[in-house]
């Protein structure tokens, strides 16, 4: 499928391109999605932010450049993000990382994002592995400190101190590398 061809399509509100769409990429969203909401939300939960994604496409046809990036990009970037405010409203706070992607209508920024995830996932494979474990945990998957804990069989304060060093490698790393100052 070719995306520019796609994209200018729903631009004429030609519904079928939006069902080509949703063929296509709703799979890949609903993968996404449950990273984030699965367990703690119900399948009907995720399905919702995978339509809201495509509503939100469809609604902003207009103002995407595909010279910026994919359509396949901004809609894992638009869903991730639809996600997370879901989460948010289901359990209050969502402890975000720093270098967290925040919702920008730029795909040049989301662009920039991704390739600061991959360094991030570098970073990470580079660290000890129970460090690695319990930060991907927590900022990943968003368990929080107890319950990382109990399934790694290891003391809260054990975890926590893991999860501060972790952060101060990560951080140190980053520098290094001039993502952060």
Known sequence: MEEQLLLDRMRQRDETALEELMKEYEAFLIR????????????????EVV??????????????????????AY???????GAKNK?????GELPLQEYDMVETE???DRMEQEEKSRI????????????REILIRYYYFYENTTT?????????????????RGRKKMEKRLRERGICR
């Open 32 to 47: 996404v999605v449950s990273q984030i909401l699965v367990p703690y939300m119900t399948m009907e939960d995720v399905q």
């Open 51 to 72: 339509s809201d994604t495509f509503y939100s496409v469809w609604r902003r046809a207009d103002a995407l450049d595909l010279t910026k990036g994919t359509l396949r």
């Open 75 to 81: 809609l894992a970037a638009s869903a991730r993000n």
């Open 87 to 91: 989460f948010r409203g289901f359990r």
């Open 106 to 108: 730029s795909l040049f």
């Open 120 to 131: 991030i996932g570098e970073i990470l494979s580079e660290m000890k592995e129970k460090e």
């Open 148 to 164: 990382i804990a109990v399934k790694m069989n290891l003391r809260v304060n054990t975890v926590k101190s893991l999860l501060r």
